[in-house]
């Protein structure tokens, strides 16, 4: 789960970690009384997606009125399809030096790692190689000063700054094991009037550890109207930006499947794994959703075990009986019942494939037909 940056920022604050002076607002009035007050600043939308500023979504301001007709705007934003859910109003800091730092899990060594570049301000992948530095932390000792003076040297602060980079270091290492975190960024840490400060902040949590959470810690709520549909359908969904839709029954198959779309030239518009057993309501519900989206094409991939293939057949006999469907669909049949399940099709007029290779080619020709979403 990802925190908006107001959150983060209130958790620093708490943490002993500098941050810029600023409000919260979820409403234009309360935002015109504030921007009254501080004359100037800067405005910051807030959405659980990046680039809000290559988007227009962070704006600084030098009078209120300037203050007001930004906040007017950026409350009207949607970013990445997601709509700004709030502004953070803060002050205007001066700036001498822009910083990264962060500290996330790599999954490859299964150690916290902490990152540290001096090119600070833009994303850390396009920071060349040889100017991060990646430092591993041994979780049954955490981050001590010695790691956070490797990083000062690296950094090149010394005197006061390195201390207080130590510090940092520390604080926000408390952070990243008091909230199960799989990744508290700072970008950029700014370097101000001799002060470290964290003029942004990203913070990802482990939804899987909600239970070790912090009782403080509110839930953000991050699955597109069309996600939450499919979770009270009972199957896993994530919306993509392809154009073919894709159901099969169990994560690994899911996404082998969309990587032979990709292989073949394709772009799937979904993931969803309807394994489980999903029974004929549940597939037909599901078939109905990918529907809805208006793809080009739709391919299910079914290799039956525990969710049987005539269940499968019978779901999308009944939604075709029960609406009509423009969009041409590509089914491929193996498993448990696999014969009923094809006999059940052929009856119906409907061609099934038993190769894989031959129904997503398939697909994906249907597709490139139909044009792009």
Request: hydrophobic share 45%; glycine share 10%.
């Amino acid at each position: 789960m990802k925190l908006f940056e107001y959150q983060v920022k209130k958790i620093m604050r708490e943490f002993g970690i500098l941050v810029p002076r600023g409000e919260v607002f979820f409403d234009l009035e309360q935002a015109k009384n504030h921007l009254e007050k501080v004359g100037e600043g800067v405005i910051k939308a807030q959405v659980l997606t990046g680039g809000r500023g290559k988007a227009g979504g962070v704006k600084i301001f030098s009078n209120p009125a300037e203050g007001f007709e930004l906040a007017e705007a950026i409350l009207k934003m949607t970013i990445k399809g997601e709509k700004v859910q709030a502004i953070l109003i803060e002050e205007k800091i001066p700036i001498e030096e822009e910083l990264y730092l962060s500290i996330f899990v790599d999954g490859r060594i299964k150690k916290p790692v902490v990152i540290a570049s001096k090119a600070g301000g833009v994303d850390i992948e396009e920071v060349p190689e040889e100017e991060i530095l990646k430092l591993p932390v041994d979780p049954l000792i955490g981050v001590r000063n010695y790691h956070g003076n490797l990083v000062a040297q690296k950094l090149g602060l010394t005197g006061d700054l390195g201390k207080q980079l130590a510090t940092l270091l520390i604080n926000l290492y408390r952070i990243f094991e008091t909230y199960q975190a799989e990744l508290v960024e700072i970008n950029p840490l700014v370097i101000s009037r001799e002060k470290l400060i964290a003029a942004d902040g990203k913070m990802t949590v482990d939804d899987d550890a909600r239970f070790r959470w912090p009782a403080d810690l509110p839930f953000n709520e991050e699955k597109t109207p069309l996600e939450k549909r499919a979770e009270e359908i009972g199957v896993s969904f994530v919306e993509l930006d392809g154009n073919i839709a894709v159901m099969a029954n169990g994560a690994g198959i899911t996404m082998a499947t969309l990587d032979l779309i990709a292989y073949f030239g394709g772009k799937p518009k979904n993931f969803m794994d309807a394994g489980g057993g999903a029974n004929a309501e549940q597939m037909a519900k599901a078939l109905d959703l990918l529907i809805s989206t208006n793809p080009k094409a739709i391919l299910i991939n079914i290799f039956g075990g525990i969710t049987r293939c005539d269940e499968v057949a019978k779901a999308y006999l009944t939604v075709k009986q029960q609406r009509e469907i423009t969009v041409p669909v590509v089914i491929r049949l193996v498993g448990t019942n696999e014969d009923i399940g094809v006999k059940m099709l052929q009856e119906a007029g409907v061609e099934s494939f038993s190769s894989l290779r031959e129904a997503v080619i398939k697909a994906v020709e249907l597709a490139k037909v139909g044009g792009d979403n």
